[in-house]
Nanobody, 124 residues
Framework: QVTLVESGGGLVQAGGFLRLSCAAS????????VGWFRQAPGKEREFITY????????YYVDSVKGRFTISRDNAKNTVYLQMNSLKPEDTAVYYC?????????????????WGQGTQVTVSS
């Protein structure tokens, strides 16, 4: 069992940056792969990035590639999402999610644990 808590969201102008954190408590966090998802009003939850247990492998969807960076510090039980060059279309609630399997997945139902989400709003 693991509990996830996101933080770092807020209001930022287009072109700005934010760093989201996903802090975990419970079982050894290094045993979980982590994904970030986002959900904009009226839209389905969207996968954006993924990192393996050790952090050696990552994956990004095209819409955030080159702008967002996922990383993790297992000693601090935390995964980060650095978001640069933000656009109004990045506005959404951002969720981190963890799964026991180290195999890549972009499917939200493949993740066993979820945080409560943090709001990111990008103004034009």
């Amino acid at each position: 069992q693991v509990t996830l808590v996101e933080s770092g969201g807020g209001l930022v102008q287009a072109g700005g940056f934010l760093r989201l954190s996903c802090a975990a408590s419970g079982r050894t966090f290094s045993s979980y792969a982590v994904g970030w998802f986002r959900q904009a009003p009226g839209k389905e939850r969207e996968f954006i990035t993924y990192i393996t247990w050790s952090g050696t492998s990552t994956y990004y969807v095209d819409s955030v590639k080159g702008r967002f960076t996922i990383s993790r510090d297992n000693a601090k039980n935390t995964v980060y999402l650095q978001m640069n060059s933000l656009k109004p279309e990045d506005t959404a609630v951002y969720y981190c999610a963890a799964r026991v399997s180290n195999t890549y997945s972009s499917i939200w139902s493949a993740y066993e644990y979820w945080g409560q989400g943090t709001q990111v709003t990008v103004s034009s």
